[in-house]
């Protein structure tokens, strides 16, 4: 019997190799990576792990792997607990009853495309949630990717991920990355969240990209991207922060009541919540031609002339008008054109202050 304890005290019940104390997943690699005995026992180990899964063995605690290439199914709950990948994996399948990584290392890079965790899938296509997914305390030594996976609950509390990590797959239940700790990116962009994106105490050098995410609970886009607006404001980058920050309104403001909800959404179409003054100051133009063109055509209407010379003086007026109010009483204008000059002269004011105030805010933040 290998000699290997598993954390419950228990031994490893596989027969150890010949003339050794260990079987061979517990088996050392050689110290040379990739030296040719190193290679040797690597493919031993994978053809061993492809025999024992499908032979209904699943627990693999404490192995030692080298490079990994294969497609596995797992009928009942997986253990790679405290396993050490050395070399490069790649690692498909279905680990439907759900799969434990806790404490594992990943030497080199890791890439996990189109698997299922905690999800068995029926005759009829159907995902049932079955299981969970743990890579608690995992290190990922390389960049890891989770490519075009089903993910059913999945907790990486205290993972350690060194290089970039990449989740463009869809998480079905809630995913925990609380006290995570990534030393670069954190790409969640073409993923898709159907419940919550728990990112608590997370730690992150580089970027955290969620713009792209598709994330189905309007709650949870707030939550997640107040946490990425937070994180862009600590390590200095303001305009991504904005960008984080405008969707954290949005979504803010579609949970509020029906009148709030589309009153409020005049100050995110002219005003970007205080984040964009020249698309502000652009609609501040755009105010003014409109009420240039209402001038000139009350001007045809009443004078009954027409002349390049009259929207020349419409705008300039109008221009005026919305800068300095009160220009429509003192100028010769009666009856409609008052009304109208005095609304522009209102639009006018809210306009350019907005767009001094938003100026300056964008001015000091950068």
Avoid at 271 to 287: D, H, Q, R, S, V
Avoid at 337 to 353: S, T
């Amino acid at each position: 019997m290998c000699i290997y304890k598993y954390r419950d005290g228990n031994y490893c019940t596989n027969d150890p190799e010949l003339n050794s104390i260990y079987c061979i997943f517990h088996t050392p690699l050689p110290k040379e990576k990739y030296c040719p005995e190193w290679q040797c026992l690597s493919d031993i180990k994978e053809r061993e792990l492809i025999r024992k899964v499908e032979s209904g063995y699943y627990n693999f605690e404490g192995a030692k792997f080298g490079n990994l290439n294969v497609s596995l199914d797992f009928k009942a709950f997986g253990i790679f607990i405290d396993a050490i990948f050395y070399g490069q994996v790649e690692m498909e399948g279905e680990f439907s009853k759900g799969v434990s990584f806790l404490k594992a290392i990943f030497e080199e890079d890791t890439r996990f495309p189109e698997t299922f965790f905690g999800i068995f899938r029926n005759k009829d296509s159907a995902n049932i949630y079955v299981g969970e997914t743990y890579f608690d305390q995992a290190l990922f030594k390389s960049n890891v990717r989770f490519d075009r996976c089903f993910i059913s609950y999945i907790s990486f509390n205290r993972t350690r991920f060194l290089q970039k990590a990449t989740f463009s797959s869809t998480f079905n239940e809630d995913a925990d990355f609380s006290n995570s700790h990534f030393y670069r990116d954190a790409d969640f962009s073409n993923s898709r969240i159907n419940e919550d994106l728990i990112l608590d105490n997370v730690i992150i050098h580089r970027d955290l990209l969620l713009l792209k995410a598709n994330i189905k609970k309007i709650n949870v886009i707030e939550k997640i991207n107040r946490q990425a607006k937070i994180h862009y404001e600590n390590i200095g980058n303001p305009d991504e922060s904005d960008k984080y920050y405008f969707n954290e309104m949005v979504a803010r403001r579609k949970q509020k009541r029906k009148l709030h909800r589309y009153s409020e959404k005049i100050i995110e179409t002219f005003f970007y919540y205080g984040i964009k003054p020249y698309l502000t100051f652009l609609w501040y133009i755009a105010f003014m031609c409109f009420f240039s063109i209402i001038f000139f055509l009350i001007y045809a209407f009443t004078e009954n002339e027409v002349s390049l010379s009259v929207l020349i003086n419409c705008t300039s007026f109008s221009i005026s008008n919305s800068i300095i109010p009160g220009q429509g009483p003192v100028n010769e204008i009666t009856g409609v054109g008052k009304i109208v000059a005095g609304l522009e002269a209102i639009i006018g004011v809210f306009f350019l202050g907005s767009f001094i105030a938003i100026y300056s805010r964008k001015f000091l933040r950068s």
